[in-house]
């Protein structure tokens, strides 16, 4: 058993494990350069970032960013949502105006206004499932995921009593028109890569 196994074994068995104190055991393990990594309800997640991905997440970025200055738009920064240790680097992510950081260093999920994941291969479940709950649970107004691998994207809005009561799914090319939101825009998805 190493150390780190030895630690993580002990907290979890005091009950005193955290959202700390595993991003901070994460960051000193070797990460390998390219993945995200995120605890999803306590299990830790780690995808590689494949141009597909990329492309999208950069596409959804520069369109927020032709409305909202880039200190609202984040990309891949830890924020804790409700739920059993859920700490999420999603891949697109407006904050409302005038957020500001915590004194721990991390946004508050309360100044999250939308959210856009784009799916990969291994942890569409977690997308599909406990993030999406995770969102709702913490009333993001906008919350999106595109997923490459059926060249559909699903928006869900109007979060109430930890479950969205608004859900539209459209194929890449037809935009997502979010006007009647705090986003404000609409945008387009006709060059959405597909895997």
């Known amino acids: 058993m190493t150390v780190l196994e030895d630690r993580i074994e002990m907290a979890e068995s005091s009950g005193e494990l ?28 780690m995808s590689p970032q494949r141009d597909t991905h990329w492309e999208i997440i950069a596409a959804i ?5 032709t409305k909202y200055p880039r200190q609202r738009v984040k990309s891949g920064v830890r924020i804790d949502y409700p739920g059993h ?6 891949d697109v992510t407006l904050m409302t105006e005038g957020a500001e950081k ?12 939308f959210v856009a994941e784009v799916i990969s ?11 999406k709950d995770a969102y709702a649970a913490a009333e ?16 869900y809005t109007q979060p ?5 009561r608004g859900e539209l799914s459209f194929d890449f090319g037809d935009g997502i028109d979010l006007t009647g939101t705090v986003v404000g825009l609409v945008l387009k998805t006709d060059e959405f890569p597909r895997d």
């Open 18 to 45: 955290t959202l700390d104190m595993m991003f901070e055991w994460l960051e000193r393990m070797p990460v390998p350069e390219g993945y995200k990594v995120e605890i999803v309800g306590g299990n830790i997640f």
């Open 61 to 65: 970025y520069d369109q927020l960013r």
């Open 85 to 90: 240790l859920n700490g999420f680097a999603s």
């Open 102 to 113: 915590q004194s721990n260093g991390l946004w508050r999920h309360e100044d999250v206004e």
């Open 121 to 131: 291969k291994k942890t569409a479940a977690n997308d599909y499932g406990p993030k």
């Open 140 to 155: 993001v107004p906008v919350h999106l995921i595109v997923d490459p691998y059926t060249g559909r994207w699903h928006l």
């Open 160 to 164: 109430k009593d930890g479950e969205y």
